[in-house]
Nanobody
Framework: VQLQASGGGLVQAGGSLRLSCAAS????????MGWFRQAPGKEREFVAA????????SYADSVKGRFTISRDNAKNTVYLQMNSLKPEDTAVYYC???????????????WGQGTLVTVSS
């Protein structure tokens, strides 16, 4: 499975961005898709994940109520709608694919290259 993340950029605090992750080369519709992020000098952390049916979704506490993960299996794409962005959301955002909706990096088998989100204050 190859994953290509896009949609990052520079936005002011309080603004919105939508990230996309296009998958190819595998059975996208049967995999769990997740978003992680890594801020400068920090470890990569879980953001959100969604089951193949969309029936199970998990969010990190820090983004609940502000971020929404969704997927379009017909387009082999997962999205992360980010609203009310804060400077602390600044990070490289990675999409990943795995078998379960969990928060652990090691549970995900395939990773995209990352897209940079910068939130200015």
């Amino acid at each position: 499975v190859q994953l290509q993340a896009s949609g990052g950029g520079l936005v002011q605090a309080g603004g919105s961005l939508r990230l996309s992750c296009a998958a190819s080369g595998g059975t996208f519709s049967r995999g769990v898709m997740g978003w992680f992020r890594q801020a400068p000098g920090k470890e990569r952390e879980f953001v959100a994940a969604i089951a193949w049916s969309g029936g199970k979704i998990s969010y990190a506490d820090s983004v609940k109520g502000r971020f929404t993960i969704s997927r379009d299996n017909a387009k082999n794409t997962v999205y992360l709608q980010m609203n009310s962005l804060k400077p602390e959301d600044t990070a490289v955002y990675y999409c990943a694919s795995g078998p379960r909706v969990v928060k652990y990096l090691t549970a995900y088998d395939y990773w995209g290259q990352g897209t940079l989100v910068t939130v200015s204050s």
